[in-house]
């Protein structure tokens, strides 16, 4: 059973930073790849930024410049550093992770955290 906890939402103010973290945890063979998506109030779910095995990074446009991925492999964890927050940055953020298994064979699944509230104040 594979687990994502996510930690470090919050309030801030607009123009504020904000740490998020994402442990993943259980019996997997590999993560192949971590990252972040949010979803506002009454809009879909959207790619933040994601980061692959081999050091793929992948920035939404509206982040770019201002939000950093890192993952800590040995703990398996990823990061979300996020400066110069805005109020439009305001969702709910989720820890979605790529993991491999492999028992009578190889296969990947998507698994999701269960979403922390990040807030930005204008």
């Known amino acids: 059973q594979v687990q994502l906890v996510e930690s470090g939402g919050g309030l801030v103010q607009a123009g504020g930073s904000l740490r998020l973290s994402c442990a993943a945890s259980?019996?997997?063979?590999?993560?192949?790849?971590m990252g972040w998506y949010r979803q506002a109030p009454g809009k879909q779910r959207e790619l933040v930024a994601s980061?692959?095995?081999?050091?793929?990074?992948v920035y939404a446009d509206s982040v770019k410049g201002r939000f950093t991925i890192s993952r800590d492999n040995a703990k398996n964890t990823v990061y979300l550093q996020m400066n110069s927050l805005k109020p439009e940055d305001t969702a709910v953020y989720y820890c979605?992770?790529?993991?491999?298994?492999?028992?009578?064979?190889?296969?990947?699944?998507?698994?999701w955290g269960q979403g922390t509230q990040v807030t930005v104040s204008s």
């Open positions: 980061k692959t095995n081999g050091g793929r990074t």
């Open positions: 259980g019996g997997y063979f590999r993560i192949n790849a």
């Open positions: 979605n992770a790529e993991i491999a298994h492999y028992s009578a064979s190889y296969y990947t699944k998507d698994y």
